[in-house]
């Protein structure tokens, strides 16, 4: 049996392709306030706006090709089962090859009902005010906003409970319920950190790895295999 890879990944695995981390060191996300662009309340006061700041994103993403590190995580399927559990809401490591992967906080490249959750829909364009599902509702963006529920949490402790390797990856693990992901794996699991500045060092069977997404990954697949 395949030993199994739970990857915890997040924006600086998508950095290398251009993607930008959403978030300035000042708080503000492409120079809009966090609770104007990414919360129900925004979205209720301006639609246009967070409806334009999500279709930017969307666009932006179109335009990228996946980096190294997304194809060198798809490759380990090769070797072992591996499971992705990424706060990214592109699709870089699905177009890479990724064959199991659970979007913690949506997909840019999803809209859904503003009344009913359920009804999601793919879709790769920018949505506009009067854009609705089949019952005449406005279309949103699929992405989970601060104050929302995050749906997918429960099947990602679930798969985190069945980790033999954990990888943390262009993530710093402060964004929860993301970060208290790593806590369900099984104790003693060999972990590895992936952070061109992490904010820990190595120890007992924590081992970090202080490099880009790209070059870490390639650290991280001779360390599995030596």
Same mark, same amino acid.
Not at 102 to 105: I, K, N, P, S
């Given at each position: 049996m395949k030993k199994h890879i739970v990857v915890l990944s +997040?924006? +600086?695995v998508s950095a290398e392709s251009g993607i &930008? #981390? =959403?978030r300035d060191d000042n708080g503000l996300w492409e120079g809009h306030d966090v609770m104007e662009v990414a919360t129900p309340e925004g979205f209720s006061k301006n639609p246009k706006l967070v409806l334009d700041f999500y279709n930017q994103r969307r666009r932006q993403l179109l335009s990228v090709k996946p980096n190294q590190a997304h194809f060198d995580l798809a490759q380990l399927e090769h070797q072992f089962d591996v499971s992705i559990i990424t706060q990214n809401v592109d699709d870089l490591h699905e177009r890479a090859g990724s064959s199991k992967v #659970? $979007? *913690? $906080?949506g997909? *840019?490249?999803k809209a859904r009902s503003v009344v009913d959750e359920n009804d999601i829909q793919d879709c790769k &364009?920018?949505?506009v005010i009067g854009d609705v599902c089949k019952k005449g509702h406005q279309m949103r963006p699929h992405i989970v906003? =601060? +104050?929302e529920a995050v749906p997918m949490i429960d099947h990602a402790i679930d798969i985190c409970s069945t980790a033999d390797i954990l990888l943390i990856i262009g993530t710093s693990m402060q964004v929860y319920p993301a970060a208290s992901l790593m806590h369900y794996v099984p104790e003693q #699991? %060999? #972990?590895y950190f992936i952070d %061109? &500045?992490?904010a820990i060092d190595s120890h007992n069977h924590i081992t970090v790895i202080a490099k880009k997404a790209t070059e870490g990954v390639k650290v991280f697949m001779n360390l599995i295999n030596s």
């Open positions: +997040g924006a +600086g &930008k #981390t =959403f #659970t $979007h *913690l $906080h997909e *840019l490249l &364009k920018d949505i906003w =601060f +104050g #699991t %060999p #972990t %061109p &500045k992490p």
